[in-house]
């Protein structure tokens, strides 16, 4: 899949209308992950559409609703949903291994708060997420493209913020975390160019408490690297 600057041209021929933040990788898929992905996506799993979801139908109930992009191997996805059963979740993840874990989790601890859709964020947000509907987003370490030319890739950028921002209700909140120090300064700027955004900290904020710290977090902070968070709230 080669960089462009005005999209991808898919196996159709069409021409996406934005740079993916992601590149499909031929990753090994093991037994565990592709039986809970055949298992568990009929079930968990929620196909992409372009229209929008009726989330009380979804769950079933109505309920504080949380939108996960990116969710990797999904342990914290599934930890936050467990330690909040009142609030709904929505993950969103484009790799199969990562959704399969993801998959596995919500099975293991019989999470009923949880949904998952194997799509682009970018699209999903855009058509299967309603306007002012969502009580908060998490976009925790996104890939961070750290080569100057791959930065165009990078997913917090103004158009991607100003999307979320709609589909945040009064006074959700956008939560983005990273462990890359340019990126963070990156996401403070881009979120604080967004009008219906209001910073919740004085610059980067503590790590919430409901944001788990993981071993790999735990890890870098005992050899000096930093993470960086960073909360806004949209403006009532």
């Known amino acids: 899949m080669s960089d462009t600057d005005d999209g991808e041209a898919t196996a159709s021929g069409r021409r996406d209308s934005h740079i993916r933040s992601f590149v499909l990788r031929?990753?090994?898929?093991?037994?565990?992950?592709?039986?809970?992905?055949?298992?568990?996506?009929?079930r968990w799993g929620i196909p992409y559409r372009p229209t929008a979801l009726d989330l009380d139908a979804v769950f079933g109930r109505r309920a504080p609703r949380i939108l996960e992009i990116g969710c990797g191997?999904?342990?914290?996805?599934?930890?936050?949903?467990?330690?909040?059963?009142?609030?709904?979740?929505?993950?969103?993840?484009?790799?199969?291994?990562?959704?399969?874990?993801?998959?596995?989790?919500?099975?293991?601890r019989e999470l009923s708060n949880l949904r998952v859709i194997q799509h682009d964020?970018?699209?999903?947000?855009?058509?299967?997420?309603?306007?002012?509907?969502?009580?908060g987003i998490h976009v925790f370490f996104p890939d961070p493209w750290p080569k100057k030319r791959q930065q165009k890739r990078r997913l917090i950028q103004p158009e991607f913020v100003k999307l979320l921002a709609t589909r945040l209700a009064p006074n959700g909140y956008l939560h983005c975390a990273t462990d890359w120090e340019d990126y963070a300064h990156q996401m403070l700027a881009?979120?604080?160019?967004?009008?219906?955004?209001?910073?919740?900290?004085?610059?980067?904020?503590?790590?919430?408490?409901?944001?788990?710290?993981?071993?790999?977090e735990t890890r870098g902070l005992r050899l000096g690297h930093g993470v960086w968070d960073v909360v806004f709230r949209r403006r009532t």
């Open 190 to 216: 881009v979120l604080s160019g967004e009008e219906r955004l209001v910073n919740m900290g004085n610059g980067f904020a503590p790590r919430p408490p409901y944001r788990p710290q993981t071993k790999f």
């Open 121 to 135: 964020a970018v699209e999903v947000a855009g058509n299967m997420i309603a306007a002012d509907s969502l009580s």
């Open 26 to 42: 031929q990753g090994r898929v093991s037994d565990a992950q592709r039986r809970f992905h055949e298992e568990g996506m009929p």
């Open 73 to 108: 191997m999904g342990e914290t996805t599934a930890a936050i949903a467990a330690e909040h059963p009142q609030n709904d979740y929505l993950g969103i993840e484009v790799h199969t291994p990562g959704v399969g874990s993801l998959l596995k989790e919500i099975a293991t």
